[in-house]
């Protein structure tokens, strides 16, 4: 029996194919391929140099508004907002928001996430609380690039914005967006062992704790609890 292809990958997807008919042909074909691949809401950007045709997927951020919580894209007016967040030691200690705030340095990792949506390698929102200017935290899938169907769930809060449940109206939200938009089949979160407020967010959102692994990060070794979100049944 013939074997099927594997599935075309989620998101970002590089076709380039030698000129063996006219251009035209050869960016329609490419073309047609990239918007076969089930992620929707993603654009097709596509390059022909004369012998090569480049189609990159290209991630196109939603904005999600649900129990007076809205998830949006980054955007450089929220420079100032991202001080609260930069040397908080508990978002310090997984993310890469900037450990002493500067104006150059929150411009580069609010211009980081547009990228990383670019080149569809992840899904980097910002989480802003009704009638609020600023941002007040951060929900994001990552991983895209390599995964098919599973992709890694993160999220911070700012300290004032803690213990209010916007964590998980906030993962919801987004988790929601990709398995319906995505086709996601599963979301995993990686938890530190000992933080027991991304435990609860986990359970809450209906995550199966499936195990432990060990982790090197800055040259310690860190205990990481994985849970598992599946896509509801429909
Ligand atoms: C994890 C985080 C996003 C949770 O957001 P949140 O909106 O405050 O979550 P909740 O309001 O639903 O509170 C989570 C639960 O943890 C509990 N909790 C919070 N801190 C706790 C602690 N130190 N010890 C025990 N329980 C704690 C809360 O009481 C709450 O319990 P409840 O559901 O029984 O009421 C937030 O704490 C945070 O930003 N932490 C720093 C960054 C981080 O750790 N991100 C996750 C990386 S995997």
């Given at each position: ?90 978002i310090m200690r997984f993310t890469t928001v900037p450990r ?38 951060m929900v994001g899938l990552f991983g895209l690039d390599r ?88």
């Open positions: 029996m013939p074997r099927r292809p594997p599935p075309p990958s989620l998101a970002t997807q590089s076709v380039q194919r030698r000129a063996r008919a006219s251009p035209e042909r050869i960016a329609g074909l490419a073309l047609r391929r990239a918007l076969s691949v089930r992620d929707r809401p993603a654009l097709a950007n596509v390059a022909f140099d004369g012998e090569t045709v480049t189609v990159v997927r290209q991630l196109v951020l939603p904005t999600i508004a649900q129990f007076g919580v809205t998830l949006r894209p980054w955007q450089l007016a929220d420079v100032p907002g991202l001080s609260e967040a930069c040397g908080d030691e508990q002493v705030f500067t104006r150059d340095a929150a411009t580069d990792w609010i211009d980081r996430q547009g990228r990383r949506a670019e080149s569809g390698t992840a899904i980097v929102l910002a989480i802003v609380d009704a009638g609020e200017p600023f941002p007040i935290g995964a098919v169907d599973s992709a890694r769930l993160g999220y911070w809060l700012v300290k004032d914005a803690r213990g209010r449940g916007i964590a998980v109206i906030a993962a919801r939200g987004l988790t929601d967006w990709a398995f319906e938009r995505l086709g996601l089949k599963q979301v995993v979160i990686d938890r530190e062992a000992s933080n027991i407020a991304s435990a609860r967010v986990a359970q809450k959102l209906g995550a199966i704790e499936t195990g432990a692994h060990i982790v090197e990060y800055r040259g310690a070794e860190v205990h990481f609890i994985r849970h598992v979100l599946e896509r509801p049944r429909d």
